[in-house]
Every structure is written in structure tokens, then in C-alpha cells.
């Protein structure tokens, strides 16, 4: 690893995690970083860990001994006796620390030369630059938390939302661990009998894998899998929230939806066809739910050279979306006969799936200042439009008077099935493909215990879905997954 120092620039590692077992996260040394971000501030911190923390703190402000747990003022010394900064020392003794090991804490004052100047000493006194996510690294190689809260750590910093914030913290105190715990539990005791079942079939002339006994408890099982599973979907949507793309043809209210959405002047509306030549992101909470909005260029067949590369990027974004919002006026984009279906088919080149596509039809005000027998209440209504075996939800809005967009925002939530219970977990993707193969593996270990009695094979998709579970909480984890986790981290976590 190589790390660039200047008096005015940030430090910053050039490598990525290496959990390989020659890797410096292995070997005991002292590792140090900035743990507050840079820029200027009332206090900056820099955190160290490891065997010669408390000595290099000793050498830094000239003091022979620091009380644990409690703050001490001190200057920090260059070698020729001059002083960098002032501010307070806190030290951890081991174990007693986040990371298992000694930690010291530096608190000084915020600004970017002080902050890199001091680190630059610590340097000098034998510490070496932590990588990103290091020190939870270390907080996990000793037991400190597991897999599941360190990764709650850098989501409860990466939080979008209170709700986010709320549930990573839940999930960093061990409530998601415990419950994925618990199922780990259950698993091992359903092995235990299955196991004596196979090696004491004659037991007490009990038959253990037809009495009923065996099958009850691997049903309880697959129910809490299937219970946890879909707490840790709402987790996963309160963490990363969905990409949604605003799509249609020119003027047809993309920007003036994104506006309206994001509750601010964010897109430029004029009345000219083509004004969004280029993709426009913005991220908003509605509801709870996180949306990564991206407002596009109208698609149509155009000789501009700009506005031709913007619709190639429209098009791009609108591949790529979890959740396709087709924005069209009602009161000239559906000529005669023809179907927002339809219209959505000539644009997007074919038919997106229902769950993918929400209908947005856009200055339905319109609509209703000619027709009395429209009633305002009506404008809101969210309708169905069938195409074969699919439904397609259509929500009739008006940009213009705020009409309808509040179901529009419900209707968003319905659809992608974001309805988060007060005790929500916060959960990523990996979780969640964890807890579908333990639920798979747990369907086969079922099937092969009530159609085929086969005990060896029950015994072995069981320890399949144990293994899937453990992975969640780092029971069973390769390198390569704990370096890419840790990996993502920022310097100084």
C-alpha cells in the first residue's frame, strides 16, 4: 500500500482490502487514521489500534500514563519539542475497546493541515495507515461484533432516512444477528435428530423420521426463514431504495413530475420540446422509501446531435431501472384509438413486465376542466389496464396542481411491496440471497424427508442450509466476501 502526503491533501490509501492470510491486517501492528471527515472543524479525531497505541500516545504529549475511560488534555509534540495541536487523549485498554485491542483517540482541532500533521507524527512514531474498514475488521477478528453489525456500521452511516438511520442501529445493537441466531439454533437441534434418526433407526423402536416429529420442526423452521426473509426485503429497500426512471415523449411532464417529486426546482420546465437533453439525477425519501430518480430526454426520432445523445443515455437509464415511470400527456400523446400500452411499446422498443412499468398520466386537470362529469376526486384514482395475463397500473396526475401525486407515491410503495413494520432491520443483497438458498435447501431437505425418507439426504440439505445462514453472520465466510464487505468502508471505520 502507498500513501501520498501532502501538507494540503488528504491521505489516502491506494489499495483495497487484503484479507489474505500475508496481509498486515493479520499481523499486529498499530494502525491510525483520520476518523472524523476533513475539512474544517471544531474537532477532528484520529483513532489508533493496536500494541503501541498507548505508547505512541505517551510519546506524542509527553505523558507517562493515561486513565482509561478518561479524558486527559495534552498538547501533541513534534520531535524537536514543538507543538502541533492541543486537544484531549482518550484511551481504550484492551479488550475493552471497539476493536478488542488498545485504542487511543486524538481529539484536536478540525482543520486539514492540523489533522494531517498530527497524523504524520503518529506515522513517525511507528503507526502505519489503516485501509478502509480496518479497525471493524478488527472489532470482528476479535469477536467484538459480527458480521451483520459491522456492516450496519457503514449503513448507519450511509443512511438516506430516519428510518434507515433507525433500523441499521437496531441491527448494529444485534437484533437482526439474534434473530438469524435463533434460525441457526433451530437448524442445529433439527440436525441432531436427524443425525440420530440415521445412525439409532432402531432406537426405542421409534421410527424418528415418519413420527411426525422431525417434519414438524423442519416446517417451524422453513416458516421463520420465510418470516425473516421478508423483514430482511424491507430491510433491503430501506437501505438502498430503487432506481426509478421518468420516461415519455418530449413535453410530456418528466421534469416537472421530478420537480414535484424532489419538492423543489430541480429540473428547467419550458414549453420547448427537448429542453432535458441529458440524464438528471436526484435522490428523495417519500414515505420512507429512498428514490434514486432519474429524469430523461423525451424519446423521439431527432436530427440533434446533443438531444440524439441524450435520448442514447434515456434509453441507457431506462434498461437499467428498477422501477419505469412512463409519464405521457393525456391531452395529445394517446391518438385516437390507441392505448398508453401501445405507446409505451413504440418507446421502449417492447412492452416492459407490470411489475417493472407504472402508468403515468400527466395534466389530467386537463381532462377534467372539460368534462363536468370528471370529479377532482376522481383524478387521483389509480386505474388497471390489462395486456393478456398482466395488469397495468395507470395513476392519473396533474404536475400542475399537485393532483394525484400523493397516491402516486403509495401506489410506488404498493408496487415494489415497501410496507416496513416500526421494528424493521436494516439487510443488503447478499442477506437476502443467503436467507432464499437456507429456504431452498430447506424445501429439498423437506421434500426428501416426507416423499423419499432419506435420511442422509435430509441430513445433507440441512447442513447446506446452516451453512447459507452462517454466512449472514460470518460463521462460515471466505476472504474474498469479508475483503469485499470491510472493502467498502470508509478510512478510519
Known amino acids: 500500500m502507498r500513501v501520498t502526503v501532502d501538507s494540503d491533501t488528504t491521505l489516502t490509501p ?13 499481523s499486529s501492528s498499530t494502525i491510525a487514521a483520520i476518523a472524523t471527515p476533513l475539512g474544517r472543524g471544531g474537532v477532528g479525531v484520529i483513532r489508533l489500534s493496536g500494541p503501541k497505541s498507548y505508547a505512541i500516545a505517551c510519546q506524542l504529549t509527553g505523558k507517562s500514563a493515561f486513565t482509561p475511560r478518561m479524558a486527559s488534555f495534552s498538547r501533541f509534540y513534534q520531535d524537536d519539542g514543538s507543538v502541533i495541536d492541543e486537544g484531549l487523549v482518550l484511551y481504550f485498554k484492551a479488550p475493552h475497546s471497539f476493536t478488542g485491542e488498545d485504542v487511543i483517540e486524538l481529539q484536536g482541532h478540525g482543520g486539514m493541515i492540523l489533522q494531517n500533521q498530527l497524523l504524520m507524527r503518529v506515522f513517525e512514531l511507528g503507526a502505519k495507515q489503516a485501509v478502509a474498514g480496518e479497525f471493524s475488521y478488527r472489532a470482528f477478528d476479535n469477536d467484538k461484533l459480527d458480521l451483520v453489525q459491522a456492516e450496519a456500521i457503514a449503513d448507519a452511516i450511509d443512511a438516506t432516512s430516519n428510518a434507515a438511520a433507525s433500523s441499521a442501529i437496531r441491527s448494529l445493537s444485534g437484533e437482526f444477528s439474534k434473530k438469524i441466531n435463533t434460525l441457526l439454533e433451530q437448524l442445529i437441534h433439527l440436525r441432531l435428530h436427524v443425525e440420530a434418526a440415521i445412525d439409532f433407526p432402531d432406537e426405542e423402536d421409534v421410527d424418528f423420521l415418519s413420527d411426525g416429529i422431525i417434519q414438524n420442526k423442519l416446517e417451524q423452521a422453513q416458516a421463520q426463514v420465510k418470516q425473516v426473509l ?13 432506481h426509478v426512471v421518468l420516461a415519455g415523449r418530449p413535453n410530456a411532464g418528466k421534469s416537472s413530475l ?3 417529486l424532489a419538492g423543489q426546482e430541480r429540473a428547467i420546465v419550458t414549453e420547448v420540446a427537448g429542453t432535458t437533453r441529458d440524464t438528471l439525477q ?9 428514490l434514486h430518480l432519474t429524469d430523461t430526454a423525451g424519446l423521439r426520432e431527432t436530427e440533434d446531435t446533443v438531444e440524439r445523445m441524450g435520448i442514447e443515455r434515456a434509453r441507457t437509464a431506462i434498461n437499467q431501472a428498477d422501477m419505469l415511470l412512463l409519464v405521457y400527456d393525456v391531452t395529445r400523446d394517446i391518438e385516437g384509438n390507441g392505448t398508453p400500452l401501445q405507446l409505451a411499446e413504440q418507446l421502449f422498443g417492447r412492452l416492459p413486465e407490470a411489475q417493472r412499468l407504472l402508468i403515468i398520466a400527466n395534466k389530467s386537470d386537463l381532462l377534467a376542466a372539460q368534462a363536468t362529469s370528471v370529479s377532482s376526486e376522481q383524478i387521483s384514482l389509480v386505474s388497471l389496464i390489462k395486456d393478456n395475463n398482466q395488469s397495468y397500473e395507470q395513476v392519473n396526475v396533474s404536475c400542475e396542481t399537485g393532483a394525484g401525486i400523493d397516491t402516486l407515491i403509495q401506489t410506488l410503495c404498493d408496487k415494489v411491496g415497501f410496507h416496513p413494520p416500526e421494528n424493521s432491520l436494516i439487510a443488503r443483497t447478499r442477506h437476502i440471497d443467503a436467507l432464499r438458498r437456507t429456504a431452498d435447501y430447506l424445501a429439498e431437505a423437506h421434500e426428501q424427508l416426507v416423499v423419499f425418507q432419506a435420511g442422509e439426504l435430509v441430513a445433507e440439505s440441512l ?11 460470518g460463521e462460515f465466510s471466505a476472504d474474498d466476501l469479508l475483503g469485499k464487505i470491510f472493502g467498502s468502508f470508509c478510512i478510519g471505520k
Open 14 to 26: 491506494d489499495a483495497s482490502l487484503d484479507l489474505s492470510p500475508s496481509s498486515a491486517l493479520n
Open 463 to 473: 447442513r447446506q442450509a446452516q451453512h447459507s445462514l452462517g454466512e449472514i453472520t
Open 282 to 290: 436526484e435522490t428523495v425519501v417519500l414515505n420512507g422509501l429512498t
Open 258 to 260: 421530478l420537480n414535484r
Open 230 to 242: 421478508a423483514t430482511a426485503k424491507q430491510g433491503q429497500l430501506l437501505r438502498d431504495g430503487i
